[in-house]
């Protein structure tokens, strides 16, 4: 089984993202897989984002929605997505992934006016 389809089991996965002085900072996720590549959506001011700004470099792991992690942590590459394709393949895999989670996850950020604020990552696995 590959790496990707392993990860894509879980429902969480810590995402560990690298401030300027080299100190890691993991966060649990939601995730989902397309394209050989996984994606994370979250908040554009979030630290995870202005990390990403300063450097590409990430790990993940999966784990549980506290973050406990629960595997071997992967080598991986991390960008913000801004291609509008690339958004809606993420969306879509999502949608497939989290079903009515998603879709109540998307009313509400919607109703609070944050969808609009969304920031996408788009993860690859070294």
Known sequence: MNEIAGLDQYRYMSLATFRKGGTEVATPVW????????????????G??????????????PSDARGRVLGAWLEASARV????????????AFR???????????????????????AWLEITLL
């Open 48 to 61: 995870k984002v202005k990390r990403l700004r300063n450097s590409s470099r990430a790990r993940v792991a």
């Open 31 to 46: 995730f989902a897989a397309a394209n050989r590549r996984l994606y994370v959506f979250t908040a554009e001011q979030s």
């Open 96 to 118: 497939r992934k989290y079903g009515w989670q998603m879709l109540l996850t998307d009313f509400f950020s919607r109703l609070a006016g944050r969808i609009q604020h969304r």
């Open 81 to 92: 997505v801004g291609e509008r394709d690339s958004i809606e393949r993420a969306h879509a």
